[in-house]
């Protein structure tokens, strides 16, 4: 079968290998749909924390199930199975205490271990959501938007309370859209003007917000000099991980999602003057992905918009560099096989 393994940072190579052996306890499954996120960007350009090469990208999947043994979630062969790729132990503090998302000993697929993009792959049965009412675009966002479900369940929100999110990327977009499914009213931080006019016109967010200079006098403006009750930072970027207090009121909560490779620096008694609640959202759990999977049954996700550039399996590697553009306005770039 064909796959495509990025062998070092800036070179992707297509290759072939014999289909993965079935083992038990496992599904071999066919991918049908890989979604390009932040990881996979990064991993390419060499700036992702925590990886290795070669590597097989993707954990962004929607697969179909090819064969499986018998089991207690009743998935069976032909079956839409949604991915949850995350390979905890199920046996760390973390794990016992529910929080397999944060595992001691985690591996993701596509990061820490080889992922979907690959004709074929097997992966264990405990991992495998089915999704029979979900198509294979719809399949293929669940996982970032589950992370955005996390960040959101992690903060506590409150209905009626004003939230900033600085960074309008796919998992940026996915907390604004939960946040409003969850009655929240939402502000929209980003450099990239393009960007904050798709999440005022297709996510409907209450506030956009140019980054730079005047950002936090306008977030006062907005919200009668409160601030935001809850600041996430979807950015990852080491400058806008280190500002994000700024846009948070007294006793509020900032939510750190994107990922840097990074330290970071805080100015201890700002961020003491407002007893703030510093907390980390690192992937997501079933309870994320089930909750996404209803909110886009519900059809309450614009995915059409969501998804701006999609490929044949055989053109990925030439449009690679072209997703790394801003002026190409890439938002969310999948992959057919």
Request: with cysteine; charged share 20%; aromatic share 6%.
């Amino acid at each position: 079968m064909k796959y495509i393994v990025c062998e070092k940072p800036g070179e992707f190579l297509l290759k072939e290998k014999k289909d993965p052996v079935l083992k038990k306890g496992q599904a071999l499954l066919k991918v049908n749909k890989v979604g390009i996120c932040g990881t996979d960007l990064h991993a390419y350009t060499g700036n992702q924390a925590f990886f290795e090469y070669p590597r097989i990208l993707g954990h962004e999947l929607a697969t179909e199930v090819i064969e499986i043994e018998d089991n207690e979630k009743g998935i069976k062969s032909g079956d839409n199975v949604v991915i949850m790729p995350y390979v905890s132990c199920n046996n760390c503090i973390a794990c016992r205490s529910g929080k397999t998302n944060c595992c001691t000993k985690m591996q993701v697929l596509g990061v820490h271990k080889d992922g979907g993009m690959q004709e074929k792959i097997s992966v264990p049965i405990d991992l495998l959501i089915h999704a029979p009412n979900l198509n294979d675009d719809a399949m293929a966002i669940v996982e970032p938007l589950a992370i955005g479900a996390h960040a959101i369940r992690r903060a506590q929100l409150i209905p009626g309370e004003t939230i900033v999110v600085v960074g309008c990327g796919p998992i940026g977009i996915g907390i604004m859209k939960l946040a409003q499914i969850a009655d929240v009213k939402v502000i929209a931080i980003d450099v990239n003007q393009s960007r904050l006019d798709y999440a005022k016109e297709k996510i409907g967010v209450d506030h956009i917000v140019l980054a730079g200079k005047g950002a936090v006098e306008k977030i006062m403006e907005i919200t009668n000099n409160d601030l935001a009750t809850a600041v996430f930072d979807a950015s990852g970027h080491k400058s806008a991980l280190e500002f994000g207090p700024n846009f948070m009121s007294h006793g509020g909560r900032y939510i750190l999602v994107g990922l840097s490779k990074d330290e970071l620096i805080f100015e201890h008694p700002a961020i003491h003057a407002k007893e703030t609640t510093l907390m980390c959202s690192r992937n997501a759990t079933l309870e994320d992905f089930e909750h996404v999977i209803s909110v886009l049954e519900a059809g309450n996700f614009p995915i059409a918009s969501f998804i701006t550039h999609n490929v044949g399996f055989g053109e990925m590697i030439a449009n690679f560099d072209s997703w790394l553009d801003p002026n190409n306005r890439v938002l969310k770039a999948t992959v057919d096989f």
